[in-house]
Nanobody
Framework: QVQLVESGGGLVQTGGSLRLSCAAS????????MGWFRQAPGREREFVGGISWSGRSTDYAHSVKGRFTISRDNAKNTVYLQMNSLKPEDTSVYYC????????????????????WGQGTLVTVSS
């Protein structure tokens, strides 16, 4: 069983920055591909970005590319989402997710491919 706990959400003004963290339990965190998703009210959950378990591959949604950066610290069992130049349309609940069977370079893009989810953290960007 893997438990994921997100933190770092909050209220920020347009153009501001936040860093989300996702702490994972489990001895094999270093072999999990990790993804960040978000879901706004009335909308489907969407892929924001992900990082392979090796850390050698990252991928981002077009809407956040160049503004958001994903990193991981396997010694701390933690993955991060650095969000810069935030926009009101980034307002959402952000979830981290773990996928336990991907290869060293794979990053699943579909929510259904992930095995474990955190409870989410709310990010609100004011205009």
């Amino acid at each position: 069983q893997v438990q994921l706990v997100e933190s770092g959400g909050g209220l920020v003004q347009t153009g501001g920055s936040l860093r989300l963290s996702c702490a994972a339990s489990g001895r094999t965190f270093s072999r999990y591909a990790m993804g960040w998703f978000r879901q706004a009210p009335g909308r489907e959950r969407e892929f924001v970005g992900g990082i392979s378990w090796s850390g050698r591959s990252t991928d981002y949604a077009h809407s956040v590319k160049g503004r958001f950066t994903i990193s991981r610290d396997n010694a701390k069992n933690t993955v991060y989402l650095q969000m810069n130049s935030l926009k009101p349309e980034d307002t959402s609940v952000y979830y981290c997710a773990a996928e336990t069977s991907s290869s060293a370079y794979d990053i699943p893009l579909r929510a259904g491919a992930y095995d474990y989810w955190g409870q989410g953290t709310l990010v609100t960007v004011s205009s």
